[in-house]
């Protein structure tokens, strides 16, 4: 019986091995774009959850690792395919990048370029507008790196996937910031105008000192992405996996910090300025009123969905992520939008605080007539043909809450 058995193995073992490499291959392809639920399986593959790693979050705050792949028993019950979020941020998120570069550059350097030009700066606001689009600037350089780490994986290095991220969060605190200080400003030029009047002579020197804390308080608030950023899974990212707690409390201190404070300071000044304005009775409190609008409405449209999805985000990985595959998916596609939207305060800025007030706008033209983008025909044409049919001149036409 024995020889039988034995002579039977040269012919059972390359069956065998087939078999195992087959399973093998249909486990790897089934594993691909998929995320891991680890909650699922530690109790069965590991009771002290020492061994799982899952990078759950890519190129940005909160994206998702598509690409995480491990091998357990009874895997349909464990994975969560993200095919098509991978695929839709593989075309939607670098598109999107890619225009909020193109204007942010373009806006800001035109706002950067107007002031020392002219040499513009006479005034508080004046101030803040030339640090809000320095801020501002800086991100849009960063964005063709965000885009390049949603497409392949990050291959720039560690110093640099550090930097992308710290810029992100040292424009991001120091431009909410600056909203809130020019909002602070407006409230005191407007609503208390006489004391205002006091520190006229000191304004500028005030508005560089307040600039300049600004910058230290971003750059302290960006600490964390300094010194926890990292490649993980191929992506630069600042968070280890998506039961990460830093995350948490990074995510919950952009919330108070970027949103939830600026949103309170603006909200505070800009409605006893509507009220002190309301009062008045001429053409310019009703451009003024609309101006205000113009400029809360930019920044609520740009900043309520991306927090609001945040904060669930925040929420979810504070209870220990979610199984739902639907709803994750669904919290992906979320982010991913609502993050872009976000994204376009760094070029929308220079059109609702700038390029909105007639005396800027007249010196931006003046520059564009005078770097040769612009005829002087066709510059004499908008100034004066516009002093016409609006029967008033620059000062006339320039609101006290425009610049």
Not at 174 to 198: D, G, N, P, Q, W
Not at 342 to 350: I, T, V
């Amino acid at each position: 019986m024995y020889s039988i058995c034995f002579s039977d193995l040269p012919n059972v073992l390359p069956a065998v091995l087939i078999w195992l490499m087959s399973f093998k291959s249909c486990l790897s392809q089934h594993e691909e774009n998929t995320t891991i639920y680890p909650d699922k399986i530690s109790s069965m593959i590991d009771p002290d959850n020492s061994s799982i790693n899952d990078p759950d979050y890519n190129s940005s705050m909160n994206y998702p690792d598509y690409n995480s792949s491990m091998n357990y028993p009874d895997y349909d019950d464990f994975f969560c395919v993200k095919k098509s979020n991978r695929q839709f941020r593989s075309w939607f998120m670098p598109t999107f990048y890619s225009i909020i570069c193109f204007l942010g550059l373009t806006g800001n350097l035109l706002v950067i370029l107007t002031y020392f030009y002219f040499k513009r700066i006479k005034t508080m606001t004046d101030v803040y507008l030339l640090n809000l689009s320095f801020a501002d600037l800086l991100f849009a350089v960063s964005l063709p790196f965000w885009a390049a780490n949603c497409m392949v994986e990050w291959v720039l290095g560690l110093a640099l996937c550090k930097a992308m991220h710290t810029i992100y969060k040292v424009s991001l605190y120091s431009s909410m910031f600056i909203l809130s200080f020019i909002s602070v400003e407006r409230y005191f030029v407007i609503a208390k105008a006489v004391t205002a009047h006091r520190y006229r002579s000191r304004a500028v020197f005030l508005g560089k000192v307040s600039s300049a804390a600004i910058w230290v308080m971003a750059l302290i608030f960006s600490i964390p992405e300094m010194r926890y950023t990292t490649i993980n899974n191929n992506t630069c990212t600042p968070y280890s996996s998506n039961s990460d707690k830093l995350r948490v409390s990074i995510q919950a201190s952009q919330i108070v910090l970027a949103f939830a404070f600026p949103l309170l300071i603006m909200s505070i000044c800009y409605s006893s300025i509507v009220q002190t304005l309301s009062k008045a009775r001429s053409f310019e409190r009703n451009k003024a009123i609309k101006v205000i609008l113009a400029v809360v409405a930019v920044f609520l449209v740009c900043q309520v969905p991306y927090n609001l999805v945040l904060f669930v985000n925040t929420v979810v990985t504070a209870q220990g992520g979610t199984t739902d595959c639907s709803y994750d998916n669904s919290l992906l596609y979320a982010t991913d939008v609502t993050q872009c939207v976000a994204f376009l305060r760094c070029c929308l800025n220079p059109f609702v605080y700038a390029f909105i007030g007639v005396k800027f706008r007249h010196d931006l033209l003046k520059l564009l007539k005078d770097l040769g983008c612009m005829s002087q025909g066709r510059f004499f044409s908008y100034i004066y043909g516009r002093r016409r049919s609006s029967g008033a001149t620059d000062t006339e036409t320039t609101t006290t809450f425009s610049p």
